[in-house]
């Protein structure tokens, strides 16, 4: 059980291999989890609480810390802004820049790299750009037979900077280029749970149900739902980034073996009850064969999500049971009035509404998660 769980982990990269698997005072085993890992795991790992306690390195293998101060000398980690959390996305490694000391960036290159050997790409996020709030990406290091960096990029063919990678997340591998798509690990539970909920209503019905995602990204709330046989009938899945449904027709089962094939501003159907689309979700509603035709709506802008909903309410079917599952980012102060919220733009009964505090976001903002039952 305990290795089935450590593999579980290490493919949905939230173990922390830095670390050692040990027991516990208890006679437990304590399996180290990485900074990727979400708050709360999913219900694969039932009966398995996350708690704090301290970690112990494995001695044959050094932690990056410890390379960083044998590179540069004692004191110097404590001393400068460097944070010791990164974001692993398959094999890329991603650090912001603005925990960066350049001074000691070559340093901070050779020590992560070397103690995550299975890492190809090293980028410093500069931040989100545009409409799509893509990150702003720069390589600074690549692993070919060797371990590059600074001027010695400048001879390295440009195709080893693709930071096009595979991504695991519960139990599949997403396609995706994080400086072309959104996409965020930290989603991973709130996504299970959402395909635990839809999974419970369409029992509930005994039928398939009509799922619609017009945020759909590269499809990671879909594409494990479609895993499961006789849970999703009609489909609708749509971006307003075209780069989003380039890798979705990659992502998603029933698309793989069709040619890329939608029109901007526009929805198509390429296989009947499949619709694609790449338009402003809000513009959905104005055609009428979308109107009341679906049964599950998934809201994943968290930034917007409030000022979108009632524009996308004319989808949902008018009568009869129907689900709602959306996550918002909002001031800590005002999560207590967010049922108050919800019911007054979905126009339903506050005890209709489930409201779950996810994490914190920044130093004012939570993200919360909310699931509308009727």
Avoid at 1 to 13: A, F
Avoid at 141 to 148: G, H, N, P, Q
Avoid at 298 to 311: D, K, M, R, Y
């Amino acid at each position: 059980m305990t290795q089935q769980t450590i593999d579980i982990l290490r493919e949905s990269g939230w173990l922390d291999t830095e670390h050692r698997v040990r027991p516990y005072d208890d006679g437990h085993i304590l399996i180290p989890l990485n900074d990727n890992a979400p708050s709360e795991l999913p219900p694969t790992f039932v009966n398995l609480p996350i708690i704090d306690a301290k970690p112990v390195l494995w001695k044959s293998r050094e932690s990056w810390q410890s390379r960083f101060t044998e590179l540069v000398g004692e004191g110097v980690l404590e001393n400068v802004i460097i944070t010791k959390s990164h974001e692993i996305l398959g094999d890329l490694l991603i650090q912001r820049y603005d925990e960066v000391n350049e001074q000691y960036l070559s340093a901070f290159i050779q020590s992560k790299m070397e103690t995550h050997p299975r890492i190809r790409l090293m980028l410093i996020d500069h931040g989100v750009k545009g409409e799509f709030r893509i990150r702003d990406l720069q390589p600074i290091a690549v692993r070919t037979d060797r371990l590059v960096w600074g001027e010695g990029l400048m001879d390295l063919e440009s195709n080893l900077f693709d930071p096009t990678t595979d991504v695991p997340e519960n139990g599949l591998r997403l396609r995706l280029d994080p400086s072309r798509v959104y996409f965020s690990s930290k989603l991973q539970y709130e996504r299970q749970n959402t395909m635990n909920e839809l999974s419970q209503f369409s029992a509930e019905l005994g039928r398939p149900i009509n799922v619609c995602d017009p945020f759909c990204g590269v499809g990671p709330a879909i594409a494990p739902m479609l895993r499961e046989e006789g849970l999703v009938g009609e489909l609708l899945v749509n971006d307003l980034n075209p780069d989003c449904l380039l890798f979705l027709f990659h992502n998603v089962k029933p698309l793989r073996e069709l040619k890329p094939n939608f029109t901007p501003n526009n929805l198509v159907e390429p296989t009947p009850g499949l619709f694609v689309g790449c338009m402003d979700a809000t513009q959905i509603s104005t055609k009428a064969d979308q109107c009341g035709r679906w049964d599950a709506l998934l809201v994943n802008l968290p930034h917007q999500t409030l000022s979108l909903l009632s524009a996308l309410l004319p989808l949902l079917r008018p009568e009869g049971p129907m689900r709602i599952c959306g996550w918002t980012i909002i001031p800590e102060s005002e999560v207590n009035e967010l049922p108050d919220k919800l019911s007054k733009i979905i126009d339903c009964n506050v005890e209709d509404i489930e409201v779950r505090v996810r994490k914190q976001f920044n130093a004012t903002d939570m993200l919360t998660a909310f699931i509308v039952r009727r």
